[in-house]
């Protein structure tokens, strides 16, 4: 596809569920953020990977969160035994290349509006 | 302190007039800046981005650096109504990781 795609567009879900989100980034980018936003928040760092890594994952609030990129393209974050806390729009971004390069621009997907009941 | 700062707003600007929007940002490590537009309900699209200081100009956008003073703002001339949205400034700090203020809302009155 011509841009980041994230699956669902929306999930409400109950405490206690277990939730996956997906991202499927631009062809060719080798990085993928996650970020987590709250209404009238700027997008909060929470993962990013570089190919199948997790180049940094110290913005995940704590271990009921978890991610993954296993073949270095499609995403999917995890988060176990959701909390009311855990609502938020849930946005990932791709980019070419790496943070500290030139040409690192993000491109974001539409986001997952999470809502836990 | 919060590693990037924007004034909040709302920022009100007539239709016709220059926008002008802050940022600030503490990590020194700091290279590169990137201006994203939201719409209420939308992802962040991402408008400008600078590395050098000085101006960068794209259409009706003008990016201006001065890594000396960690400030980063965006100059909108001709501001439409389609401007109306909520901008975000984003640095990655030194260990890569892209930080974003909260946004100043512009609102673009006719």
């Known amino acids: 596809g011509a841009g980041v795609s994230q699956t669902p567009s929306n999930k409400v879900t109950e405490k206690g569920k277990y939730v996956e989100l997906r991202c499927d980034p631009i062809s060719g980018h080798t990085a993928l953020y996650w970020y987590r936003q709250s209404l009238g928040q700027g997008p909060e760092f929470l993962i990013y990977f570089q190919g199948t890594g997790a180049a940094d994952d110290s913005g995940l609030p704590n271990d009921r969160f978890f991610a993954v990129r296993p073949e270095g393209s499609v995403s999917t974050l995890k988060i176990q035994r959701t909390e009311r806390g855990d609502s938020a729009v849930y946005l990932c971004?791709?980019?070419?290349?790496?943070?500290?390069?030139?040409?690192?621009?993000?491109?974001f997907g539409p986001g997952t509006r999470l809502t836990v009941l | 302190q919060k590693e990037v700062e924007q004034n909040s707003g709302p920022l009100s600007v007539p239709e016709g007039a220059i926008a002008s929007l802050n940022c600030t940002y503490s990590?020194?490590?700091?290279?590169?800046f990137f201006w994203y537009r939201q719409y209420s309900g939308k992802s962040p699209e991402l408008i400008m981005f600078i590395y050098s200081n000085g101006d960068k100009e794209d259409g009706r956008f003008t990016a201006q650096l001065n890594k000396a003073s960690q400030y980063v703002s965006l100059l909108i001339r001709d501001s439409q109504p389609s401007d109306s949205a909520t901008y975000l400034c984003s640095a990655p700090d030194s260990w890569g990781k892209f930080q974003f203020g909260a946004g100043t809302q512009v609102v673009v009155t006719p």
């Open positions: 990590d020194r490590g700091s290279q590169s």
């Open positions: 971004a791709s980019s070419r290349y790496a943070p500290g390069q030139e040409s690192n621009e993000q491109f």
